[in-house]
Nanobody
Framework: QVQLVESGGGLVQAGGSLRLSCAAS????????MGWYRQAPGNQRELVAT???????NYADSVKGRFTISRDNAKNTMSLQMNSLKPEDTAAYYC?????????????WGQGTQVTVSS
């Protein structure tokens, strides 16, 4: 099993910055890809960014150039640096991890952390 805990959410004005962190525990050595997703009220959960164990990244078009995803495999943590925040970024942000166990990929989610961007 893999447990994921997010932190760093809060209230910020438009144009400001926040840094989200995700701490992984459990069967951490089986984790391959990690990422951040977000969900606003009434909307579907959407991908924000992903990063592989080798450091390869992908970003949603809406956050390219503003958000940066990173991970520290030694510390079992992942971060999302969010700059130039917009009200449209307001959502609950969730940490995600894929784990390869007994030849099968399994997905795990954190509990979420709220990010609110005011106009």
């Amino acid at each position: 099993q893999v447990q994921l805990v997010e932190s760093g959410g809060g209230l910020v004005q438009a144009g400001g910055s926040l840094r989200l962190s995700c701490a992984a525990s459990g069967s951490i050595f089986s984790i391959t890809t990690m990422g951040w997703y977000r969900q606003a009220p009434g909307n579907q959960r959407e991908l924000v960014a992903t990063i592989t164990s080798g450091g390869r990244t992908n970003y949603a078009d809406s956050v390219k150039g503003r958000f940066t995803i990173s991970r520290d495999n030694a510390k079992n943590t992942m971060s999302l640096q969010m700059n130039s925040l917009k009200p449209e970024d307001t959502a609950a942000y969730y940490c995600y991890a894929n784990s390869l166990t007994d030849g099968r990929l399994r997905g795990y989610w954190g509990q979420g952390t709220q990010v609110t961007v005011s106009s």
